[in-house]
C-alpha cells in the first residue's frame, strides 16, 4: 500500500500545483489591460517626439 499512497500524494500535491498556477495566471491576466495602456502611451509619446 505505500506506493499507492505515494501516488495519492502525488497527484494531490499535483492537483494543488495546479490551483496555485491557475491563480498566478488570473492575478497576471488583471495587469494586461493596464500594461497594455501604458505600452500605448509610451509609443504614441515617441512618435509624437522629434529629436
Known amino acids: 500500500m ?3 499512497d505515494t501516488y495519492r500524494n502525488n497527484i494531490a500535491r499535483k ?3 495546479i ?3 491557475s491563480s498566478n ?3 497576471e491576466t ?3 489591460p493596464s500594461l ?3 505600452i500605448i502611451s509610451a509609443n ?3 512618435r ?3 529629436s
Do not use: D, H, M, S
Request: glycine share 4%.
Open 2 to 4: 505505500g506506493l499507492i
Open 15 to 17: 492537483r494543488q500545483e
Open 19 to 21: 490551483v496555485r498556477l
Open 25 to 27: 495566471r488570473a492575478k
Open 30 to 32: 488583471k495587469n494586461i
Open 36 to 38: 497594455k495602456k501604458k
Open 44 to 46: 504614441e509619446t515617441i
Open 48 to 50: 509624437r517626439t522629434k
